[in-house]
């Protein structure tokens, strides 16, 4: 059974930093791309960025430049390192697998 828990959500003041993590188990975890999406109340889920299986990154327009996504496949995870922290920002965070595994998502507050 694959499980997907999401991790280090909170509030944070504009210009502040998280990083969330994920961790995967049931599936070999090596073999998919990861992703980081978010939703923030009252609009669509989106794609906020992507890893794949070799390492390549890709970002949503809003965060490149301040965000990073990173996996570790000898632990089974993929962390997502946020800086410069902007109000639009606050979401909650979601955790996907290339075959579309969701975990239940963590919440990013930013307020001052």
């Known amino acids: 059974q694959v499980q997907i828990v999401e991790s280090g959500g909170g509030p944070v003041q504009p210009g502040g930093s998280l990083r969330l993590s994920c961790a995967v188990s049931g599936m070999i975890f090596s073999f998919y791309d990861m992703a980081w999406y978010r939703q923030a109340p009252g609009k669509q889920r989106e794609l906020v960025a992507v890893i794949t299986r070799s390492d390549h990154t890709n970002y949503a327009d809003a965060v490149k430049g301040r965000f990073t996504i990173s996996r570790d496949n000898a632990k089974n995870t993929v962390s997502l390192q946020m800086n410069s922290l902007k109000y639009e920002d606050a979401a909650v965070y979601y955790c996907?697998?290339?075959?579309?595994?969701w975990g239940k998502g963590t919440l990013v507050t930013v307020s001052s």
């Open positions: 996907t697998t290339g075959n579309n595994y």
